[in-house]
T-cell receptor
Framework: GEDVEQSLFLSVREGDSSVINCTYTDSSSTYLYWYKQEPGAGLQLLTYIFSNMDMKQDQRLTVLLNKKDKHLSLRIADTQTGDSAIYFCAEKRTGGGNKLTFGTGTQLKVEL | GAVVSQHPSRVICKSGTSVKIECRSLDFQATTMFWYRQFPKQSLMLMAT?????????EQGVEKDKFLINHASLTLSTLTVTSAHPEDSSFYIC???????????????FGSGTQLSVL
């Protein structure tokens, strides 16, 4: 099947920038999403990007999309302890209905 | 933003019993709801797509007779784990798509999840 891969773990110091990476294999992806999951909770949509865009910025969040390399990243500026969570990228594919394929998740730990 | 309420948040049951999980859209109507399963430190795996008034569509490998889905109204979908066994222990999450929203830029709203533990 088609996989969406993420690195498992990222540790940063408070105030630094965090960059979480995601690679996908299906070139027919239409939308790509970033979700945040805190312990024992559901998913919170952070941001999304349409596949014909290269970049989207929303306050502290910057999404970069390299469609040629099928690479998506999420940059969190001025990372805070409250940003500690698991971050999932997800893709929606052409013809896939409304289903999302989720990445493996990246555990972000913010240290003081 | 739109709110999806999922209950219960945690349930412990004996092997062989059935457990019902509810997913409600509180301030919008949801034509489509999705049920996911998540194992510890793993990603979400889509189990089935639930459409109001019709049969659910199950993903390959998911037993429809074991995981019964009912989407009887535009605001409620239920997942019943029948004759639960320890291997069914997992975190179950629902999500909902708002009525009238097109695929372009749509957002899915997620419930807070249900941790099922089968003894």
């Amino acid at each position: 099947g088609e996989d969406v891969e993420q690195s498992l773990f990222l540790s940063v110091r408070e105030g630094d920038s965090s960059v979480i990476n995601c690679t996908y294999t299906d070139s027919s992806s239409t939308y790509l999403y970033w979700y945040k999951q805190e312990p024992g909770a559901g998913l919170q949509l952070l941001t999304y990007i349409f596949s014909n865009m290269d970049m989207k910025q929303d306050q502290r969040l910057t999404v970069l999309l390299n469609k040629k390399d099928k690479h998506l990243s999420l940059r969190i500026a001025d990372t805070q302890t409250g940003d500690s969570a698991i971050y999932f990228c997800a893709e929606k594919r052409t013809g896939g209905g409304n289903k999302l394929t989720f990445g493996t998740g990246t555990q972000l730990k913010v240290e003081l | 933003g739109a709110v999806v309420s999922q209950h219960p948040s945690r349930v412990i049951c004996k092997s062989g019993t059935s457990v019902k999980i509810e997913c409600r859209s509180l301030d919008f109507q949801a034509t489509t709801m999705f049920w996911y399963r998540q194992f510890p430190k793993q990603s979400l795996m889509l189990m089935a797509t639930s459409n109001e008034g019709s049969k659910a569509t199950y993903e390959q490998g998911v037993e429809k007779d074991k995981f019964l889905i009912n989407h009887a109204s535009l605001t409620l979908s239920t997942l019943t784990v029948t004759s639960a066994h320890p291997e069914d222990s997992s975190f179950y999450i629902c999500s909902a798509r708002e009525l009238g929203k097109t695929e372009s830029g749509e957002k899915l709203f997620f419930g807070s999840g249900t941790q099922l533990s089968v003894l």
